[in-house]
């Protein structure tokens, strides 16, 4: 009998399913429902130090190859997430989350939220999100490798918990060099890849007219539209990164068999956004069948059998 434990940062988890930020998490009753459905763990929606509305809608649209989003960061601010953060982890301190947080205002903002969270009771995992595409006017911090660099050196003067970073697809080799060359010098448990591919243009065949209202139509791209580039970021950093950095493979993950392919490319633990929009919390309990039935299939059983062993044709 197969099994789909997925271990991660010490941690293990009973599958390597959970939300992506921003579907499903907003709140404590959100959060809660992702708790008690069969993701293995789950993540907050990126925080910043104020609440915030976000974006006019709409600001949220499925296609059929999936999505374009321009939320602009609505969340309840920091102060929100992190005391229902210190309450969950006190009444089971032997199930991980995610807390994740992120900036409006940019540099200045990302090392206050990260002296808010030290200077807090909660010791658990956070994923410092890099890259939101949606904020109008800013550039995501990720695609900046010298701030990057700068942040992350700010960061560890004070911060001593574990944290990871949540990237955007780079499109380039000179770049995933660079910002691995930036991440390997630091001791960050783990990266994500990827956050939406950002600022695309979908347009409307009945209307033609963009279908979000927010930056004029230009918004993340999510879903079956970015697997491949999220592919190959998983596997670009695996190729780059320390062996002690974890990967979070995001992108794509609509089947078991998605979800197979971001762990043949080295990703420990995989985040669903699109797809839970669309299917709701439904879709852990068929990804977790859809992907045993793979392992069970091939013979594997465990995901240490085949994790990060993408074969070439060289
Ligand atoms: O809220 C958003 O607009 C948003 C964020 Br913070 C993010 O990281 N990625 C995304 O696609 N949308």
Redesign the pocket.
């Known amino acids: 009998m197969a099994t789909l434990q997925a271990t991660f940062y010490g941690h293990t988890f009973d599958n390597p399913f959970m939300n992506a930020?921003?579907v499903h998490c907003m709140d404590k009753t959100e959060l809660d429902e992702l708790a008690a459905s069969a993701s293995g763990s789950f993540v907050t929606?990126?925080a910043t130090a104020d609440s915030r509305d976000?974006?006019p809608e709409p600001?949220y649209i499925n296609l059929e190859l999936g999505s374009i989003?321009?939320?602009?960061?609505?969340?309840l601010g920091l102060a929100y997430y992190l005391e229902d953060a210190i309450k969950r982890q006190a009444a089971n301190p032997d199930t991980p989350f995610f807390l994740s947080v992120?900036s409006y205002k940019g540099f200045d903002e990302y090392v206050s939220n990260m002296k808010h969270i030290q200077e807090s009771d909660y010791t658990g995992l956070v994923e410092l999100?890099l890259?939101?595409?949606?904020?109008p006017g800013k550039p995501q911090m990720a695609y900046d490798f010298e701030d990057t660099e700068k942040l992350l050196n700010e960061i560890f003067k004070f911060y001593t918990k574990p944290f990871g970073v949540?990237l955007p697809p780079y499109f380039d080799f000179m770049h995933f060099d660079k910002i691995a060359d930036v991440l390997n010098k630091f001791d960050i448990k783990f990266v994500n890849c990827v956050?939406?591919v950002?600022n695309g243009l979908y347009i409307d065949e009945a209307t033609d007219t963009v279908v979000i209202k927010p930056k004029g139509g230009f918004?993340?791209i999510?879903g079956e539209y970015i697997k491949p580039t999220a592919l190959a970021n998983v596997r670009a950093l695996r190729q780059r990164l320390n062996p002690s950095i974890d990967i979070i493979g995001t992108g794509g993950i609509l089947t078991g068999r998605d979800a197979y392919e971001h762990l043949l490319c080295g990703a420990s633990m995989l985040q669903v956004?699109t797809q839970l929009h669309k299917e709701g919390l439904g879709v852990f309990e068929r990804l977790n069948t859809e992907l045993l039935a793979i392992l069970e299939a091939k013979g594997y059983t465990s995901i240490a059998d085949f994790k990060g062993k993408l074969a070439t044709l060289d």
């Open positions: 930020s921003g929606k990126s976000g974006n600001r989003n321009s939320m602009g960061l609505p969340n992120a999100n890259s939101c595409p949606n904020v949540k956050n939406s950002g918004g993340g999510g956004g």
